[in-house]
């Protein structure tokens, strides 16, 4: 019984997908080898299996910083206790320009502990308003996987997922030969993919690593456009 698939293993089980399991035909090793890897972080993405956290240095009266460069998805930031123990959830800046009814002018806001949290591109964030003391505040992110690239490589995904991998990569592979035999392969991810999400949401390994002080949830901190819409019928309603 296979406990966990090299990349070997995935060519076999892909090749027999695509009836070319003895040689190379339609596609190449280093095609479906690209295809696999591609496989590997659609499963990443819409799972979010693998998660990390990451120490992060706020320097006082700055509000732009670097983000990890293996990070994919940015999913929460704990604040310090300076803060409130806040868990800051991206957000976006059409959500900072709502707030107030669009009559705030965010960007001129004076330092004060962040309240929000807004990727801007792929390796840079803004916190909002820009922090007034320095402190450390931990990234909790999903990072990218591990290319597979030599015959014994694995990945870090459980077997379950790793076993989504497979119709996803014949699918990729597929699209250029039968259309309708790379969509019978895409149905068949997707099913795979509801009996991933699961078995694995109450994993440990999905648990992150810091815990913060149990608490009242405020679902403001969660989408900033909720804060604004509350505080738009407020003063403005």
């Known amino acids: 019984m296979i406990q966990n698939y090299t990349l070997a293993t995935f060519l076999n089980e892909v090749k027999l997908r695509l009836n070319e399991a003895s040689n190379d035909g339609l596609w190449s090793t280093s095609e479906l080898t690209t295809y696999i890897n591609h496989a590997q972080m659609r499963v990443v993405m819409d799972s979010r299996i693998l998660?990390?956290?990451?120490?992060?240095?706020?320097?006082?009266?700055?509000?732009?910083?670097?983000?990890?460069?293996?990070?994919?998805?940015?999913?929460?930031?704990y604040g310090p206790s300076i803060w409130g123990t806040l868990r800051l959830f991206p957000s976006f800046l059409l959500s900072l320009d709502r707030q107030y009814g669009g009559m705030y002018q965010w960007e001129k806001d004076t330092a004060n502990q962040s309240q929000g949290f807004v990727p801007i591109s792929y390796n840079q964030a803004i916190f909002w308003p820009?922090?007034?003391?320095?402190?450390?505040?931990t990234l909790h992110y999903v990072p990218e996987p591990t290319p597979l690239v030599n015959n014994t490589d694995t990945t870090a995904l459980p077997l379950v997922a790793q076993k989504a991998m497979i119709p996803f990569a014949a699918y990729l592979a597929m699209l250029k030969s039968d259309m309708q035999?790379?969509?019978?392969?895409?149905?068949?991810?997707k099913q795979r993919m509801v009996s991933v999400l699961e078995l694995t949401r109450h994993q440990n390994k999905d648990r992150p690593t810091v815990l913060v002080?149990?608490?009242?949830f405020?679902?403001?901190?969660?989408?900033?456009?909720?804060r604004a819409y509350r505080n738009s019928r407020r003063y403005y309603g």
């Open 51 to 77: 998660e990390a956290d990451t120490s992060v240095t706020i320097a006082a009266y700055r509000a732009f910083y670097n983000l990890p460069s293996d990070m994919l998805t940015p999913l929460w930031i």
């Open 130 to 137: 820009p922090p007034s003391t320095q402190t450390n505040v």
């Open 181 to 189: 035999k790379a969509m019978s392969f895409k149905a068949e991810y």
């Open 213 to 216: 002080p149990a608490r009242g």
């Open 218 to 226: 405020d679902r403001s901190m969660a989408n900033p456009s909720i």
